[in-house]
């Protein structure tokens, strides 16, 4: 049981990584000047998107996700408007995180968004994937001792890592290097990036090699 759900979190991993090689490379052939310093915010929400569709389908695929009980199409409708109500204040919430930290409260609002959403779309958008629209569940699997599958414990690190390294990336802004990465937000969302494909590796790592000292509580 152990492996298989370990082989496929390694899969779902490579197969989320290929997806931000993908939405990397294909603007680059596709928009004139691309890069990820000159037309930084193009990038952002190409990956952002990437991210998003590719975890969706494949935690769909997979049945990672929480089982619903009701079929009925405005159930179905409702859990579809309440994930996306939630990944709209999810963003909100980055925002102003991001704001309360230093960013800028008017100028280059537009920026701080986007780094809000790339948060969002690594972090909260898994959480809607694996645990659903369920407040109580987030806030059980964050708690101490809350994972209660290998899925919960690596959405823990991947979380932690994404936000840690946005939080890293901010530290060279201030500095006077004056180097094109040092433009707000690029620092912090590349931060983020790495943070997260580090994740993509750590975790899969850690539960495997941890796995003996896991034990997890029944649904």
Not at 35 to 59: D, E, N, P, Q, R
Not at 114 to 132: D, N
Not at 170 to 192: M, N, R, T
Request: charged share 10%.
């Amino acid at each position: 049981m152990w492996d298989h759900e370990i082989r496929a979190m390694v899969s779902t991993h490579a197969i989320i990584a290929a997806s931000i090689v993908v939405a990397t490379v294909v603007p680059a052939a596709l928009v004139p000047d691309f890069s990820i310093y000159g037309t930084h915010l193009v990038w952002l929400y190409s990956v952002s998107g990437a991210v998003v569709a590719v975890s969706v389908a494949i935690f769909w695929l997979l049945g990672i996700s929480p089982p619903t009980r009701k079929h009925s199409l405005g159930y179905k409708l409702s859990r579809l408007f309440r994930s996306c109500l939630y990944f709209f204040l999810s963003c909100l919430f980055f925002h102003t995180v991001v704001v309360l930290y230093g960013a800028p409260l008017i100028d280059s609002a537009l920026e701080t968004f986007s780094l809000a959403v790339l948060l969002s779309s690594l972090t909260t958008v898994r959480c809607l994937c694996v645990l659903g629209p369920n407040v109580q569940a987030w806030i059980r699997v964050f708690s101490r001792h809350g994972a209660m599958s290998v899925w919960d414990t690596c959405l823990q690190i991947m979380v932690a890592l994404t936000v840690l390294g946005a939080w890293m990336g901010a530290f060279p802004i201030p500095l006077d290097w004056e180097k094109p990465w040092q433009v707000w937000p690029i620092s912090c969302s590349l931060g983020a990036m790495l943070g997260y494909l580090s994740g993509l590796v750590v975790a899969p790592m850690w539960i495997h090699y941890n796995r003996k000292q896991l034990t997890y509580k029944c649904k």
